[in-house]
């Protein structure tokens, strides 16, 4: 227990000051209840006494008063900090998880599934917002609010307190046992969450696949079992809540009745005044009331600690090295040496070495899966390299900052995704400060201000998740307006107008020129026009680079050779 209240402190971060002032609210509620012990204690002494006056009445009604406004007052102050609390420690959590995301190797992406990540960070995290801050509260606070309450009982009668004493011990026990077994039941219960979170976003995605083999209700197998696997994880963990709850109220109601019978043989015994045995038994329901407050903490504490360890994988992802320097190169050029870079087990580049130099134009070319995208993203830090080096203006890339090494490049991808926003927010994506000014000017320069000024809102217009309601050649346009925006020295296209339609060709020529003017650029590109156009070409076959122009490499290379006969017998084919 002590060790999942310290992982829920620890997780609290800058808000731990919020749960604490919240426990310490909570000790001010029970000291306000206390107050309610009191005015029943001046009604049993009235009734004892048989006062006829209304003194009496007068101290229970003003103690009652108080301690109602003072118990409600501190309740809505504790439940407001708790609520901050789990709210700001998720979402700083969240806004971590996403900023780790960036800089992380994109290999985690091809071995793990994202939508276990997004399962963490939506329903895992939704149960440590809810409950993360109100477990610690209810388990702490309770505990404090507890030794109030019984620390009055040994002032009254000894022999009473040791009797309560005992009931709080056999409670606690079963509690153990409880605990124990939810320690082994709620992580598979967030682990089938998150399960589920993945399979139903893997169906969404898949869902046009799913159509077109007609398999609606047939292809979602995995989700079925997912669900079930959640229903019955929810199930037995129930299981043993249930019998556990039904035990612990059994040996509360078994110590209550207990407390008043011996209240009741104390008192006809002639051992105890009738107040102290009244006023016994209505402290001792408030211990005990306390205890079960705190037992429905302690009864979620485990899954919240489960959800937290569950949020703890995302800490053990791998990071690429960011303790670099923010360092602005004089150059641009590009240095490769004796590169090594494998996927798990299968090698794809083997001894690579190049030399880019600025302002430049390079193709790189070569078989489907040489390594042609790997390479350039090798130069981004999407990976880091397994042996060699990787240098820009004379300086190891891994001595830059990420944010330094990103701010040189723009990558235009050949599946451009935009976001869910307007089209001059996914075009300012790489600039946040532009203004709506130089928005309009890169995409007059991208060749797509006439359409975005066709759309319903203009600029202003939301597209759908990923760029859906926009065409192939208009995303990409919107993906070169925002790396013109961006305006780096260093331009990559990775096969950027593979699957543009004829109509959009031209417009998309105009717009890569207004990209690379006066920029390094690296291209991986099939068309012939390109590669024949290009400063240099980089051959890359079976995990090696050869560099040269398109006539030394068509003069001295058959490989070379025979990729630029496929491509003319290509660009000559017909329906």
């Known amino acids: 227990m002590i060790e999942a209240l310290r992982k829920i402190i620890l997780f609290s971060g800058s808000e731990r000051k919020e749960i604490y002032k919240s426990i310490f609210v909570s000790f001010l509620r029970a000291c306000f209840s206390t107050i309610r012990i009191g005015a029943i204690y001046f009604i049993i002494k009235g009734l004892i006494n048989d006062r006829t006056d209304t003194e009496p009445a007068w101290m229970a009604f003003t103690l009652m008063l108080v301690s109602i406004l003072g118990t409600a007052t501190t309740r809505y102050i504790s439940l407001l900090m708790q609520t901050h609390a789990g709210f700001f420690m998720s979402a700083n959590k969240r806004l971590d ?50 030794l109030v309450f019984f620390s009055m009982i040994p002032f009254l009668d000894k022999r009473i307190a040791v009797v309560v004493f005992a009931g709080i011990v056999v409670y606690m026990i079963f509690t153990s046992i409880m605990e124990h077994g939810t320690r082994i039941m709620a992580p598979r219960r967030e682990k089938g969450k998150t399960k589920i ?23 979602d197998i995995r989700l079925r079992k997912a669900i079930d696997e959640y229903r019955d994880s929810n199930m037995n963990l129930e299981k043993v809540f249930i019998p556990t709850t039904i035990i612990q109220n059994i040996v509360l109601g078994g110590f209550k009745m207990a407390i008043i019978f011996l209240s009741a043989y104390f008192y006809l015994q002639g051992s105890m005044e009738l107040i102290t045995a009244l006023m016994l038994s209505v402290i001792a329901y408030q211990v005990f009331a306390e205890i079960e407050q705190t037992d429905s903490g302690l009864s979620m504490l485990r899954v919240v600690t489960a959800s937290l360890n569950q949020v703890g994988k995302v800490d053990d992802i791998p990071k690429l090295d960011i303790d670099g320097e923010d360092f602005t190169p004089r150059n641009q050029d590009i240095a490769v040496r004796n590169i090594c870079f494998s996927y798990d087990s299968k090698e794809i580049l083997h001894d690579v070495s190049l030399d880019i130099p600025t ?37 190891n890339i891994k001595e830059y900052t990420l944010d330094a090494l990103m701010s040189q ?103 890569f020129e207004a990209l690379t003017r006066n920029k390094t650029v690296i291209m991986i590109a099939h068309r012939l026009e390109t590669i024949k156009n290009a400063d240099q070409i980089v051959l890359i076959n079976n995990g090696s680079a050869e560099t040269g122009t398109h006539e030394q490499l ?22």
């Open 97 to 146: 998880i996403a900023d780790k995301l960036k800089r992380v190797p994109m290999g985690f992406f091809n071995k793990n599934s994202t939508g276990e990540i997004t399962g963490i960070t939506t329903t895992v995290m939704d149960t440590v917002e809810n409950l993360g801050a109100t477990v610690l509260v209810l388990v702490l606070g309770g505990l404090i609010n507890t």
């Open 197 to 219: 979170v993945s399979e139903v976003l893997e169906n969404l995605q898949g869902m046009s696949v799913v159509k077109s083999f007609n398999l609606a209700g047939k292809g």
């Open 359 to 395: 302002n430049t134009m390079t193709a790189f070319v070569g078989p489907s899966g040489a390594g042609k995208s790997t390479l350039a993203l090798l130069l981004s830090r999407f990976w880091d390299v397994n042996s060699g080096s990787i240098s820009i203006g004379g300086k």
């Open 409 to 511: 490049m723009s990558i235009v991808f050949q599946n451009v995704y935009l976001f869910e926003d307007t089209v001059e927010n996914n075009i300012r994506f790489g600039c946040p400060k532009a203004s709506r000014e130089d928005v309009i000017r890169a995409a007059k320069m991208a060749c797509c201000h006439e359409f975005i000024e066709s759309l319903p809102y203009g600029y202003d217009t939301v597209v759908g998740e990923g760029g859906a309601t926009l065409s192939g050649g208009e995303k990409q346009r919107i993906s070169i307006a925002r790396a013109i925006l961006k305006d780096a020295p260093i331009i990559i296209l990775d096969e950027a107008t593979a699957n543009v339609d004829p109509e959009n060709e031209d417009k998309l020529k105009a717009a």
């Open 554 to 575: 068509l003069r001295d290379n058959p490989v070379y050779g025979r990729f630029i006969r496929m491509r003319e017998q290509a660009a000559g084919w017909s329906v």
